[in-house]
C-alpha cells in the first residue's frame, strides 16, 4: 500500500490531469512517519510543478526542452568537471549514459562521436578481457555491458571492432558463478546486476552460449520475492532496477516463463504513483524518474514473455499494463532542469544518470506494440524508440546483427565456440519491426 493511499494508476490520463492536479487534497494514512512526511513533501513539489504549469497552458503545451538538453549533454561528453574525480571507475558509464540520451533525442551525430568513443573505450578493455571502469582499471562486469552498450550506439563497424569477442567470452565464464550468477569482477560480489550485463553483453556480442546460460533462471527465480519482483541477492526486498535485470536477462534468453510472471506482472503495475505519475522503485519508496525505464520497460518485456509462451492471458492489444501519459507529464513537467539535462524529482540537480533513463522510460512508454507513438503534449515530443532488452535505439540493436553474425564463431583455449544472440530478443525484434513496418 502507498503511504498515500492512493490508487497506482489512471490518475493523469489526458482529461483527467487538470481537475485531479488542480484540486485533490494530499491524502495520509495513519500516524505521520519519516516515509509519509517524505512521500507528502514528494507529492505537495510534484503537484505544485503541475498547478505552476496548468494554471497558465493545457496540457498540449507540454514540451521537452530538447536542444537544451542534447546542448548540456554534448559538453558532458568532451570535458567533465573536475568535481567527478571520484567518479573515474565510472567512465564508460558516462560515455554510454551520455550517448543513449543523446541517441533517443536523435542528437547523436555518429560520424563525430563514433571514433571518439571507439578510440577511448578500446583503451578501457582489459587484455584478459572485459571493461574496466577507465584506462588500464580492473574489467568490471558493469562498465563492461556500458561499453558494449556505447559501442552499438555508434553504430558501425570502427566500434563494433573495438571489441575482443574471445577474451570478452573468457572473462565472462571467469565471471560465471556456480550457483548460475555472475560475480562482478574477479573476487566480486554475485548479485542480479551480473546476471543481466553478462548475458547482455553475450547476446549483443552474439557469443551466448547454453554453458554461458547454464543455471540463469534457476538463479533469478530463487531471487523473485513474495511480492512477485526480483531481489538483487536472494532473499532481500523485490526492487526496481534489479527485477528488470533479472527479467531482461531471463526475456534475452527466452526463458522469462521460469518465473511467476502473474505475479511479477501483479508487483510491477503497483509501482506506478497515483498522483505523481512516475514509478516508485520499491513499497513505499518515493517516485524517481529512473524507474521511468527500470519499472517501465518491465512491462513490454512481460507482454513479450506471455506472448512467446503461449501463456493463457488476455494480453491487450492497445496498452501495457501501465498508464504511458502520467508518466511523460511527470518527466517532462517536473524532471526537467531549466538549466538543462534531467533530474530524478523536484529539487534534485540534473545528471547524466537520470538524463540517460528517465529519457529512455520516455521513449519506452511512447510506443505502442504497432509501433505507433503516444505522445503528451507537443508532437516533437517524440523520441527514437529504444529497445527494452538492451537499452540502445531499436534500429541499433538491428544494424548490429549483420556485423556479429558475420563475425562467425571464436575459438576459446583450443575449442570452437559458436555463439549467438538470445533467442528471446530475436524473436522480440523481429515481431516488432514486421508490425511496425505494417503500419
Given at each position: 500500500?502507498q503511504?498515500?493511499?492512493r490508487?497506482?494508476s ?14 485533490s487534497?494530499l491524502v495520509?494514512d ?22 505552476t ?34 567518479l ?7 560515455v554510454?549514459w ?10 547523436y ?6 571514433p571518439?568513443?571507439a578510440?577511448?573505450?578500446g ?8 571493461f ?11 562498465p563492461?555491458?556500458?561499453a ?7 553504430g558501425g ?36 546486476r ?15 552460449t547454453?554453458?554461458?546460460?547454464e ?10 520475492t513474495?511480492e512477485?519482483?526480483i531481489?538483487?541477492e536472494?532473499g532481500?526486498?523485490?526492487h ?5 535485470c533479472g527479467?531482461?536477462a ?8 521460469s518465473?511467476d ?14 498522483l505523481e ?20 520497460a518491465?512491462?513490454p ?8 509462451h ?22 517532462f513537467l ?7 539535462g ?15 533513463y ?26 527514437v524508440r529504444?529497445?527494452a ?6 534500429e541499433?540493436?538491428e ?5 556479429f ?15 549467438r ?12 519491426l ?6
Amino acid at each position: 500500500v502507498q503511504a498515500s493511499g492512493r490508487p497506482c494508476s489512471g490518475a493523469f490520463e489526458s482529461s483527467h490531469l487538470a481537475p485531479r492536479a488542480m484540486s485533490s487534497p494530499l491524502v495520509i494514512d495513519g500516524d505521520m512517519t519519516t516515509t509519509s512526511r517524505d512521500q507528502k513533501k514528494t507529492e505537495t513539489d510534484v503537484l505544485s510543478f503541475f498547478r505552476t504549469f496548468l494554471a497558465k497552458k493545457g496540457q498540449d503545451d507540454i514540451l521537452l526542452n530538447r536542444e537544451q538538453h542534447v546542448t548540456w549533454l554534448k559538453k558532458g561528453l568532451q570535458i567533465l568537471p573536475t568535481n567527478f574525480c571520484g567518479l573515474d571507475a565510472s567512465r564508460p558509464w558516462f560515455v554510454f549514459w551520455i550517448s543513449h540520451a543523446l541517441e533517443v533525442l536523435d542528437g547523436y551525430d555518429e560520424a563525430l562521436w563514433r571514433p571518439k568513443v571507439a578510440s577511448f573505450l578500446g583503451r578501457c578493455q582489459h587484455s584478459e578481457g572485459g571493461f574496466g571502469g577507465g584506462p588500464l582499471q580492473l574489467a568490471h562486469l558493469a562498465p563492461t555491458y556500458a561499453a558494449v552498450s556505447a559501442i552499438l550506439v555508434g553504430g558501425g563497424d570502427e566500434a563494433y571492432k573495438v571489441v575482443d569477442r574471445r577474451t570478452m567470452y573468457q572473462f565472462l565464464m571467469r565471471m560465471k558463478h556456480p550457483e548460475g550468477g555472475f560475480r562482478m569482477h574477479d573476487e566480486g560480489e554475485t548479485d542480479m546486476r551480473g546476471t543481466y550485463c553478462a548475458i547482455a553483453v553475450a547476446s549483443m556480442l552474439h557469443i551466448l552460449t547454453d554453458e554461458l546460460a547454464e543455471g540463469v533462471p534457476e538463479y533469478v527465480r530463487r531471487c523473485q520475492t513474495f511480492e512477485g519482483g526480483i531481489a538483487g541477492e536472494e532473499g532481500l526486498e523485490a526492487h526496481g532496477g534489479y527485477s528488470y535485470c533479472g527479467l531482461a536477462a531471463l526475456c534475452i534468453l527466452g526463458r522469462a516463463h521460469s518465473l511467476d510472471l502473474h505475479a511479477f506482472l501483479r508487483w510491477a503495475a503497483q509501482r506506478q504513483m497515483g498522483l505523481e505519475g512516475g514509478f516508485q522503485g520499491r513499497t513505499n519508496k518515493l517516485v524517481d524518474s529512473c524507474y521511468s525505464f527500470w519499472q517501465g520497460a518491465i512491462f513490454p518485456l512481460l507482454h513479450e514473455a506471455f506472448r512467446q509462451h503461449g501463456v493463457d492471458v488476455a494480453l491487450p492489444e492497445r496498452h501495457l499494463w501501465f498508464s504511458p501519459r502520467p508518466l511523460q507529464t511527470y518527466v517532462f513537467l517536473a524532471c526537467q532542469h531549466p538549466g538543462g539535462g534531467l533530474r530524478d524529482k523536484p529539487g534534485k540537480s540534473a545528471d547524466f544518470y537520470h538524463s540517460c533513463y528517465s529519457l529512455s522510460g520516455v521513449s519506452v512508454s511512447q510506443y505502442d506494440l504497432d509501433g505507433e507513438s503516444d505522445v503528451v503534449g507537443d508532437s516533437a515530443n517524440r523520441l527514437v524508440r529504444s529497445d527494452a532488452f538492451y537499452n540502445v535505439a531499436l534500429e541499433k540493436a538491428e544494424r548490429k546483427t549483420a556485423f556479429f553474425e558475420a563475425a562467425g564463431s571464436i575459438e576459446v583455449d583450443g575449442r570452437r565456440i559458436d555463439g549467438r544472440e538470445g533467442s528471446g530478443v530475436a524473436i522480440a525484434r523481429k515481431y516488432l519491426l514486421a508490425r511496425a513496418a505494417k503500419q
